[in-house]
């Protein structure tokens, strides 16, 4: 009830659009089931690391084999310049990582294995298996069923790693056919950005946006339902960019409502500690939930959010105009 109360409380006047000059595209979203594998890794008391590939079920199957064959090649020598030494698997592209992330691996099938370095403060392993339960759209679990989808494995002589092995219930169910005009998404891409195949889990569609050292990612996202509630998905991208949860005070005055052609979509604009910043819009409704998100350098979301706002604003959602 509170975050219906919340939607209301939002509610202002739209704003003006423009900018849009290429062709409009539409896409079907995937009718699939999402698989994670992770690895989380304590090589000493004071630093966890974490290793995650997550992606449509029937791609990160196959890439599993190569996937534990990374994992038993870790090696954390506890000296050096380099904390962790690997093998890297045939057709894996590095990439170093930045902010939290300390590198990414391309896969030739569109995925990706992300890894991630946290300290002490990572160790809470049922919390952090919730958190990509989160990520799948699963319920939570407890530590007695935690036991029933990970299994400890041990590498690198004595070093023991927690293997993940989750898989999501089938989402976003479109016809096998549909017109354009039934298709799920419709959208023309602005000047400047660059649509490029998604690595992000549901995304329909995925844009570069870059000017020199910077960059920003956008996403379009349907889920099922809800897909949580507002608080709680605004709450997730405050802290993918190092903000603390807000009240819901503290959202309302960081959040207002804009007027689309698919209706009205709660706009927020989160700006990180580290450089980092979110701008994204959420259109509600009972059957399905839109997700448009922009992440990346602060300066460059700043100088974007005006376009993103128009570009969010001409889109074409299926379903019409939203709750």
Known sequence: MKYRLLLTVLIVSSMCCG????????????????????????P??????FFKLMGDAELVTA???????????LKFPGSGTDPVGWTIPEG????????LRYATFRLPNRLEVTVFKFGSEGNKVLSNVNRWREQLKLEPISGEELLKICRWEKIAGELEVLMVDMESARYAPVPEETSEG??????????????????VAFAVATFAISD????????????????????ANINRWRRQIGLPEATDE????????????????????????????????IRPGEEQTWFVKMTGDSELVARERETFESFVK??????????
């Not at 900018?19 to 304590?42: D, H, K, M």
């Not at 890439?63 to 090649?73: L, P, V």
Request: proline content about 6%; overall charge positive.
């Open 63 to 73: 890439e599993k084999e190569r996937f534990e064959q990374f994992i038993r090649s």
């Open 250 to 281: 503290e959202l309302i005055k960081t959040s207002q409502v804009i007027e689309g052609a698919s209706g009205r979509f709660i706009l927020v604009n989160l700006v990180g500690p580290s450089g980092r910043s979110i701008v994204g819009a």
């Open 44 to 49: 000493n008391r004071d630093d966890v690391w």
């Open 19 to 42: 900018g849009c000059e290429e062709p409009i595209r539409t896409y079907q979203v995937p009718v699939s089931r999402l698989r994670l594998l992770g690895a989380i890794v304590f």
């Open 314 to 323: 001409t889109l074409r959602l299926r379903g019409g105009r939203g709750q």
């Open 212 to 231: 020199g050292p910077r960059s920003a990612e956008v996403t379009i996202t349907p889920l099922s339902g809800s897909g949580g509630s507002l608080a």
């Open 92 to 99: 894996w592209a590095y990439e170093p990582g930045r902010d």
């Open 182 to 199: 039934d298709a799920p998404v419709q959208y023309k891409t602005p000047n400047g950005w660059v649509e490029k195949s998604s690595g």
